[in-house]
């Protein structure tokens, strides 16, 4: 028993995701300890945290599908404010109903998204560069459509958004498990198996036989629809319009992936993504609990923000060493057991 | 053949572009030219490639520097508190930044080589961590002014034409051409950025060498954000953030390749004159662009830029 205990946990350690779990898992305890487990894991405090990270989430999950194909994307950010605005701007402006709205929102997600595409896939441009210029220009078009926040959303969409179902299950994380499950579904098939083989190289892939711009162009559609689902998610916590927000999810997201265990294609899966924004999220949470709780027990005791924002930046640092442990060790398991298989097929080959 | 001579003379081609640019700001707006414009073009251009100085050779070295505007901001804010407006205080103020930027471009070479991850994240990363320093040291206001003879050895007019920063450029330009062309160093960096095994090899200690181009890079930041600080005359948090940027797109402009290996100082400089103009021409008041229209078109620029330059080989070949 406690062999195959030790035998499950030894492959768990060669998983791609092991380096983001053991600092979700490190996160959560965290905040559990500076909290208090009832308070932390009560229904009310966690679906506020559940539901306002949530968009930040789904960003994530459509940066590591970009990973994974070997690209990136970090004018995402913008891109989520120009759901956002188009979503609400049509609704205000053409008198659309929310759920239309929210359709042109995400159709103007993946507009972005091809667009990216074609410079980074087609133009084979720099993904970096590339999506930087764009971020320039679809920060212009964001306050072209909408020039100062406004509008807002009807109550009978962003309540249920926000609520509970049966007061146990936060109805947001519906949107996350929508997406997981499009993602699972993805995975499995015949484009699950390619981006992985795209994003390690696209020369050997195209020799093998997979077109490399389609997949990614596939890849660039799947994120453009989670871009979308996050706007929308982000436009119900706020319940208003503004062009100028969620800029740095583009450079925050990349991180989140990197943590989690991600590398610039070929290497991970969805859950290093997962785990990697779930890290962020929960150490600013912890980060700014313990700094209100320091001002009721110690009076006068007044840290700015700056102190809050300089404790989880300096937090996130450690956690990218960290991955210097973690995930180099899995990588160097990778090697060695794609370095034994090739070795047993040429002694079989040799007849030895 | 055209493809002949880009490669030769890298710089050739954006300081082309630059001068039809602004020759069109100039139809446009005949007032645009004017010494006072020319002048503020030098200077801005000066500062940037002071800037991208570094960064040119952690590229060419096959990595990547996003400190070198949260390093210029600190080193600024360090600048202006330090000097706080009186002369004579420019050996204090010039050995803070220093050893801020040594210790910055210490960390970032050692990350990037000891962490193993793109050096993109590391030394974002690091960037992030300057940046709420900064803050913390200020609490979000200005905290004082550069001295006056230092402002005036930056901003002042030689014969009453020519920019005074240009002596800096007469230092620092041949600097860091020998660096590149002249230095066991400069070669060695080329090599490494070219393939880092085979240079490792030929007896290169590659990873002291990275960690080298990232110190360098850190200095050459530091000391442009104290002559930033004499040109802005105060110092705010972040306000040089987007030399990080500006810096790494001059480079790339200037023809040299993000896969390392590649790249010349002079195209640079050019680099840096095109991103300087492009940002003149977009803000003339004769063209009346809003804002938005500004980002877009600036973008719209960017993305023909590195069409122009920066493909990648196509899959097929």
């Known amino acids: 028993m406690s062999q195959r205990l030790q035998q499950g946990f030894s492959q768990f350690r060669k998983n791609p995701a092991f380096a983001g779990f053991v600092l979700f898992a490190f996160t959560i305890l965290l905040n559990a300890v500076i909290q208090g487990p009832g308070s932390f894991f009560g229904v009310r405090r966690l679906n506020t945290l559940i539901y306002t990270s949530l968009p930040f989430l789904l960003v994530v999950m459509a940066q590591s599908v970009l990973l994974l194909s070997g690209t990136m994307d970090i004018s995402v950010g913008v891109q989520v404010a120009l759901v956002n605005v188009v979503t609400i701007m049509t609704m205000q402006e053409w008198g659309l109903s929310f759920i239309l709205a929210c359709g042109l929102g995400i159709g103007a997600a993946i507009i972005a998204s091809l667009v990216c595409w074609l410079l980074v896939s087609v133009l084979r441009l720099p993904a970096l560069l590339a999506s930087f210029a764009l971020t320039y220009a679809i920060r212009g078009v964001n306050v072209l459509i909408m020039s100062v926040a406004q509008g807002k959303v009807p109550r009978e969409f962003y309540r249920p958004y926000q609520s509970a179902i049966f007061d146990m299950v936060p109805a947001s994380i519906l949107a996350l498990v929508l997406a997981l499950l499009v993602w699972a579904y993805v995975r499995r098939t015949r484009f699950g198996t390619n981006i992985y083989a795209v994003g390690a190289n696209p020369r050997n892939a195209f020799a093998a036989g997979i077109n490399p711009a389609k997949v990614q162009l596939q890849a660039f559609m799947l994120k453009g629809l989670f871009v979308g689902m996050a706007g929308i998610c982000l436009t119900l916590v706020t319940a208003s319009g503004n062009p100028t927000q969620a800029e740095d999810y583009g450079i925050r997201s990349l991180a989140a992936c990197i943590i989690g265990g991600l590398s610039f294609g070929g290497w991970g899966s969805m859950a290093c993504g997962v785990f990697g924004g779930s890290f962020l999220i929960l150490t600013q949470n912890a980060v700014e609990f313990s700094f209100r709780r320091l001002g009721v027990l110690i009076p006068g005791f007044t840290a700015s923000t700056y102190w809050q924002n300089f404790v989880s930046d300096i937090i996130i640092f450690l956690g990218l060493l960290m991955t210097m442990v973690t995930a180099k060790g899995q990588r160097e398991a990778l090697r060695i057991n794609l370095q034994n298989s090739v070795m047993f097929k040429r002694r079989a080959a040799h007849g030895k | ?317």
């Open chain 2, 1 to 317: 053949m055209g493809n002949n001579i880009m490669r030769r003379w890298p710089a050739l081609m954006p300081v082309a572009i630059s001068v039809l640019l602004y020759a069109f700001t100039v139809i446009v707006q005949p007032s645009a030219l004017n010494w006072t414009a020319v002048t503020s073009i030098v200077m801005l251009t000066l500062l940037l490639s002071f800037a991208s100085a570094g960064q040119t050779l952690v590229l060419i070295g096959g990595g990547m520097d996003f400190t070198v505007g949260a390093v210029m901001s600190a080193s600024a804010i360090l600048t202006a508190a330090i000097m706080n407006s009186q002369d004579g205080r420019f050996l204090p103020a010039f050995g803070a930044v220093m050893v801020m930027s040594v210790a910055i471009g210490l960390l970032n070479g050692v990350c990037t080589v000891k962490i193993g991850l793109p050096p993109l994240i590391v030394t974002m990363a690091i960037s992030n961590v300057v940046s709420r320093l900064q803050y913390i040291l200020t609490q979000g206001s200005p905290l004082g002014y550069a001295s006056p003879a230092f402002i005036r050895t930056v901003t002042s007019q030689l014969f009453g034409v020519v920019p005074s920063l240009t002596l800096y450029a007469l230092v620092l330009f041949p600097l860091m051409f020998y660096i590149l062309n002249r230095s066991r160093l400069g070669h060695q960096v080329y090599l490494v950025g070219n393939n880092p095994v085979a240079a490792r090899l030929n007896g290169i200690g590659v990873n002291k060498v990275v960690i080298l181009t990232y110190v360098i890079s850190a200095v050459f930041s530091g000391f442009t954000g104290m002559l930033g600080a004499a040109y802005m005359q105060s110092a705010k948090c972040q306000m040089f953030d987007e030399y990080a940027y500006n810096s790494l797109i001059a480079v790339i402009v200037g023809g040299t390749a993000l896969t390392g290996g590649v790249g010349t100082y002079t195209g640079t400089i050019a680099g840096a004159l095109l991103m300087v103009v492009l940002n003149n021409t977009l803000t003339t008041p004769a063209l009346q662009l809003t804002p938005p229209m500004r980002n877009i078109l600036l973008g719209l620029v960017m993305v023909l830029l590195l069409i122009l330059y920066n493909r990648g080989k196509a899959v097929r070949q």
